[in-house]
């Protein structure tokens, strides 16, 4: 079918004044609310699920996750409906797109059923905003990434934060690029004042997130993307080390002329971004190291290759470009006001027979690209620009989650050239079946109505301006019992605990493929699973066959080089970009962080995060007495610490904190002198419970130590050094941010004695309660606790919470950041 007979099928709505000036502004398109009067008259309300239609398999990880923030609850919070009915729900929502194509209702229904059967047999799942809101009536859309943009003007910078608000309450994350801010120091001629920069006004967006939950269920997250020739590029590199910024992953936008300096070691002009002047230059390869001391440090900033990303499939309507920003986790480059709907095939249920089932691959490819695509026309959309932008140029990203699980169930190590070569076909299948499905939909519903102006107008129409992105599956692989993303395994064995006064229980859970080839191999044993469970990884333990060591390598034991080049080899055959966090071991150097770096850039990567174990940063405590000596302490009454009395009254302070709630009680002497501090926070036996009781006791012992500060002066000197100390999150905003669990302290220090802890800013208001409250009256929980390091859980607070693809999850409770 020729382009004009396409475009003569493309529905009027779509129509334009002619192809020369063919442009986001001269599109009309319908209402949602008159799609969806259109769609409902065709087809009707959705009806209950038919009978006959196969029954999910849900682990206990993957009920717990959609109990808490997918299944849809009464008026009393409590869930009403069953992951079954979720899955149907999306199913027939999406599936009543159709109409607009003459499906009638029996059509749709047998379409529902064909996505119902994907969904509960967790062999593909959509990003979450679909799966929380589809069909559900409250308005909030389905698309998890967003880009806004952020204009050189006052109106400009807080009309970004508003709508920035608007995305984040309604399920999704924003990327921003800051390159269009005038840098700090700049004269603004309407005030005759100075600007002060990207970085400050992104301090307030960073404050914005704070107040806003994604739908009610999850805080924001936020790209901020500064180009390498900004001006104020240095502050930008080194904003997140002091913790101002919280709710920020930062990307550095490096550009080929920077490369070619890095390369030639000369320097490269820095840009005015309001005049286009060249106002100074920069030694290249000074910045690429502050870029790689910086990540070192921190983790951020990650870059990404934005002149690579322009001239290639991720901007694939030059027109109205160029790509800016990605959306929080890297991999979706998306223009200004530009939004995509992801969705995730779990490669984990695609081996049979020990091979990659590669016709039910395609099968199930095609029906998904053809999914991601309805999801567009029945999705409400936060902002009129973003709808649209999406609706004139359609991407979608479909990817893959549970590639681990498909290397080990075909014997192949992560870390192997033949799981590159693999992985590389696997997405090239993928992305060429997803193509033809698009051009098949082009001659069914129209090609997208810019593609007379898009960057494939010389050839086959096709529906999508994009059609694969490897997104980070965080909850939904959770959901799906599969691996994350492109990721190894990050671990073999978990322990789970449960304490309480009611039950004292300790489970062993280890990796359902090690122990089904470790019986079948012979091998397996109490003594096998018990070191296991010690280490949590097996690479190491040389009881276990060498083959088996190899085949079970996880996150942190492959050279970080392994994770880069299998970026790049699914990279390949990806229209937009990859989700992928590059591990790598405590031990390296920013040097190790530089050559990542290169490998990623000359292996045609559009942008890499490096993420070093253990690189937040610990701040010591000092506790005021440092300067007395042991043997003075001694000589004033023969003991180092004065003597807890039998009975000592106090206060105990109630206040939120990125751990969780934190009770702390601070008791006094007769003589109304700071006596003891105890916390309690988190679970009964987990890691942030006994670190708050570690602090405590330190606290204690440090209020009662005899010398020549005053027990108060001691109260106050720990509560100055413990103010401010912050952590990878923060909670609450202005007075009441609380930085961590120790900044908490701080406050509650302040406020029980009436002295200021930081530049004069009176601490938090807090209430005082009568009495400590029981902690077993908190809801039992499941708490897990990992051998190989992990962060502090901010839900159930166990040790479980790992950086991958760009964001953190939980493997012990399934809270999720992404």
């Known amino acids: 079918m020729t382009l004009e007979k396409l475009l003569v099928k493309m529905p009027k709505i779509y129509q334009s004044n002619g192809h020369k000036k063919l442009s986001l502004e001269n599109l009309n398109f319908p209402s949602l609310e008159k799609m969806k009067v259109k769609i409902e008259k065709k087809v009707g309300k959705m009806p209950p699920i038919p009978s006959g239609l196969p029954v999910g398999t849900w682990s206990d990880q993957s009920l717990r996750v959609l109990s808490e923030r997918y299944l849809q609850k009464d008026k009393d919070g409590k869930v009403a409906e069953t992951p079954e009915e979720m899955c149907w729900r999306v199913a027939w929502e999406v599936a009543s797109a159709e109409a607009l194509w003459g499906k009638n209702r029996k059509e749709v229904a047998e379409i529902a059923k064909s996505y119902f059967s994907l969904m509960v047999s967790h062999e593909f799942l959509p990003n979450s905003p679909t799966l929380m809101n589809a069909g559900t009536g409250n308005n909030l859309q389905y698309s998890a990434c967003f880009v806004l943009p ?14 920035q608000a608007l995305i984040h309450k309604s399920g999704g994350g924003t990327g921003f690029a800051f390159s269009r801010l005038r840098s700090s120091g700049s004269m603004v001629a309407t005030s005759g004042g100075v600007a002060s920069g990207p970085v400050s006004f992104m301090r307030i967006f960073d404050a914005a997130t704070n ?17 390498v020739d900004h001006p104020d590029i240095m502050e930008f590199i080194h904003c997140k080390e002091e913790g101002g910024i919280t709710n920020f992953n930062i990307s550095v936008a490096i550009t080929d002329r920077f490369m070619e300096a890095y390369k030639d070691d000369t320097t490269y002009e820095l840009v005015n971004p309001k005049t286009k002047e060249v106002v100074g230059e920069l030694l290249a390869r000074e910045v690429f190291d502050e870029i790689a001391q910086g990540a070192w440090r921190t983790g ?10 322009n001239r290639e499939t991720a ?7 160029p790509v800016e920003a990605t959306n929080p986790c890297g991999e979706q480059p998306l223009y200004p006001f530009d939004a995509c709907n992801l969705g995730s095939i779990f490669l984990t249920y695609f081996v049979k027979d020990n091979a990659v089932d590669w016709e039910k691959l395609k099968e199930v490819t095609k029906l998904t690209t053809r ?19 999406v609706l004139a140029i359609r991407r979608i990203g479909l990817g893959v989650g549970g590639w681990a699980d498909m290397l080990v169930k075909l014997g192949i190590p992560y870390d192997s ?48 301006s994009t059609v694969t992105t490897i997104a980070p599956t965080g909850s939904i692989s959770i959901i799906a019992h599969a691996s994350s993303g492109v990721e190894p395994l990050f671990a073999i064995a978990y322990q789970h605990i449960v304490k309480d006064k009611h039950l004292d229980r300790t489970l062993n859970f280890v990796n359902e493929d090690f122990r089904k080839l470790a019986v079948e191999g012979g091998f397996w044993s109490e003594e096998i699973e018990k070191q296991v469970v010690e280490h949590g990884v097996v690479r190491g333990i040389e009881s276990i066959p060498e083959d088996m060591r190899r085949l079970f390598g996880t996150a942190h034991e492959m050279h970080h080089d392994w994770h880069i080049r299998m970026q790049a080899a699914f990279q390949k055959y990806t229209e937009n970009a990859v989700s992928k966090t590059i591990n790598m071991d405590n031990k390296v150097t920013a040097d190790e962080i530089k050559e990542a770096y290169l490998l990623a850039w000359e292996t045609d990567c559009k942008g890499v995060t490096v993420f070093r174990d253990g690189c937040k940063d610990a701040q010591v405590l000092n506790l005021g007495v440092k300067d007395i000596k042991k043997e003075e302490i001694k000589s004033l009454d023969g003991n180092i610490t004065l003597d807890r009395p039998f009975v000592a009254r106090g206060a105990t302070y109630r206040l939120d904190t990125p751990v969780g709630t934190a009770f702390v ?26 670190m708050a009781e570690a602090l405590g006791r330190t606290i204690s012992t440090s209020l009662r130590f005899r010398g020549q500060l005053s027990p108060r002066e001691r109260a106050k000197e720990i509560a100055y050094q413990l103010s401010g100390i912050g952590g990878r999150r923060s909670i609450g905003f202005g007075l009441n941010r609380v930085l961590s669990l120790p900044d908490a302290i701080s406050t509650a220090l302040s406020s029980h004695f009436g002295f200021r802890a930081v530049n004069g800013e009176v601490g938090a208001n807090v209430a005082a309660t009568a009495a400590m409250p029981d902690p077993s009256s908190a809801p039992a929980f499941l708490q897990q606790e990992l051998t190989v390091r992990g962060d502090i859980c901010p839900s159930c607070g166990a040790s479980a919470f790992v950086y991958e693809e760009g964001c953190s999850k939980c493997y012990a409770c399934g809270h999720s950041e992404c």
Request: proline share 8%; aromatic share 6%; charged share 30%.
């Open 150 to 163: 952020v204009e050189d003007s006052i109106d400009g910078i807080f009309d970004a934060i508003k709508w």
């Open 211 to 227: 107040e806003i939950k994604q739908g009610g269920k999850r805080r924001g997250a936020n790209m901020g993307i500064l180009r």
């Open 300 to 309: 951020d900033p990650g870059i990404v290759f934005v002149d690579r990303m």
């Open 315 to 321: 901007n694939p309507i030059p027109s109205i470009g």
């Open 371 to 389: 999914f991601l695509d309805s999801v567009i026309e029945v999705n409400p959309f936060p902002l009129e620009p973003i709808r649209r932008t």
């Open 417 to 464: 050239e033949e799981a590159l070569e693999l992985g590389e076909k696997i997405m090239r299948v993928i992305q060429e079946t997803a193509v033809e499905t698009s051009q098949q939909l082009a001659v069914e519903r129209g090609p997208f109505p810019l593609f007379p102006v898009s960057i494939y107008k010389d050839g086959i129409p096709r529906r999508n």
């Open 665 to 690: 009680t601070i008791n006094e002497s007769q003589e109304g002198e700071p006596l003891e501090l105890f916390i309690n926070v988190g679970k009964a036996g987990s890691d942030v419970a006994a």
